[in-house]
């Protein structure tokens, strides 16, 4: 069985920053396409980066070179280093594991219970 545990999420503010994690298990996670997604009260989720298993990355257009993913195959660990927050950025923060390096939400197949990040002002 899959799991996958989020951490790392907080109150921080505006131009600070914030490391989550993202620990797996069940599964060959050097294998797996990753990707953080987010998503604010009474938005939509929405994809926030991507990571493949050759570690390539994406990033949405609002990142605007603020984060970075990453991965640990060996500690089989995702990461997303946030700086420059902004208030913009406050949401729910989850990773999900799929098989398909894409920034379709309906294709990761595993999803963590979220971290919640809140940027004041």
């Known amino acids: 069985q899959v799991q996958l545990v989020e951490s790392g999420g907080g109150l921080v503010q505006a131009g600070g920053s914030l490391r989550l994690s993202c620990a797996a298990s069940g599964r060959t996670f050097s294998t797996s396409a990753m990707g953080w997604f987010r998503q604010a009260p009474g938005k939509e989720r929405e994809y926030v980066a991507l990571i493949s298993r050759y570690s390539s990355t994406t990033y949405a257009d609002f990142v605007e070179g603020r984060f970075i993913i990453s991965r640990d195959n060996a500690k089989n660990t995702l990461y997303l280093q946030m700086s420059s927050l902004k208030p913009e950025d406050t949401a729910v923060y989850y990773c999900?594991?799929?098989?398909?390096?894409?920034?379709?939400?309906?294709?990761?197949?595993?999803w963590g219970q979220g971290t919640q990040v809140t940027v004041s002002s």
């Open positions: 999900a594991m799929g098989t398909v390096y894409t920034r379709i939400i309906s294709q990761y197949d595993y």
